[in-house]
């Protein structure tokens, strides 16, 4: 964990302070603390915003390639030195933006192979995904897909960034999918079908709309 400081004029402060609890008293718990609930409020106005926050951030991470793909729970490295948890990296990789650099190096730490790859899909890939659905693609969800994350079917860095691969999941099922493990197939015309771990099978149709742009 790490704190975050910001003076500011005491009125300043207060309405700041004013705002995030007033959002955060209406958000459920889901078990977390008030002031917990407040932290990830502030953390919600200041990321989903980037237009008005100059640059975007840059977080580098070290992680195991089986840590990104959920086969085990080796944690990340920070380059500041910190560990970061495998769930948490994982939840990093489903933030606009996020750009992997894989370095492959032989067991004496030599590097072999430098290759950059995007997670985030192209602007109109990304356009023509939530045109094609316009919900979350899990049944009976009807979170509009403007807002939601782009999930990749099979995960990246496997599975492609093209729409073929791709299906708008809002924040709470993308974590739900990870956490469960459940298996998304899209078809060719778009098609989702959704296997949970128990067994059972939801399909979700898409709209129809023009060639994709891939």
């Known amino acids: 964990m790490a704190a975050l400081k910001c003076e500011q004029p005491v009125e300043i402060a207060k309405m700041m302070y004013a705002r995030i609890d007033r959002l955060a008293r209406k958000e459920p718990k889901n078990g977390r603390s008030l002031d ?16 008005s926050a100059g640059s975007k951030a840059l977080i580098q991470v070290a992680v195991p390639i089986t840590a990104l793909l959920g086969v085990d729970e080796r ?22 933006g996020t750009v992997f650099h894989r370095l492959l190096t032989d067991p004496a730490g030599q ?7 995007i997670y985030r899909p192209k602007a109109e890939v990304d356009r023509f995904i939530r045109t094609r659905h316009r919900t979350c693609v899990m049944p009976c969800c009807s979170h509009p897909s403007r807002s939601c994350d782009v999930d990749h079917a099979v995960a990246w860095p496997e599975g492609k960034s093209t729409g073929t691969n791709l299906g708008p999941l809002d924040r709470r099922h993308h974590r739900y999918k990870h956490a469960t493990k459940a298996k998304v197939v899209i078809a060719d015309d778009g098609t989702t079908t959704i296997e949970t771990r128990w067994g059972q099978t939801y399909t979700t149709k898409p709209e129809p709309v023009e060639e994709p742009p891939f």
């Open 36 to 51: 917990a609930v407040r932290a990830d409020v502030l953390a919600s106005l200041v990321l989903e915003e980037p237009r």
């Open 75 to 96: 944690p990340g490295q920070l380059d500041t030195g910190q560990l970061l948890p495998a769930p948490v990296v994982r939840d990093l990789m489903s933030h606009p």
């Open 111 to 117: 590097l072999l192979e430098y290759s950059p790859g």
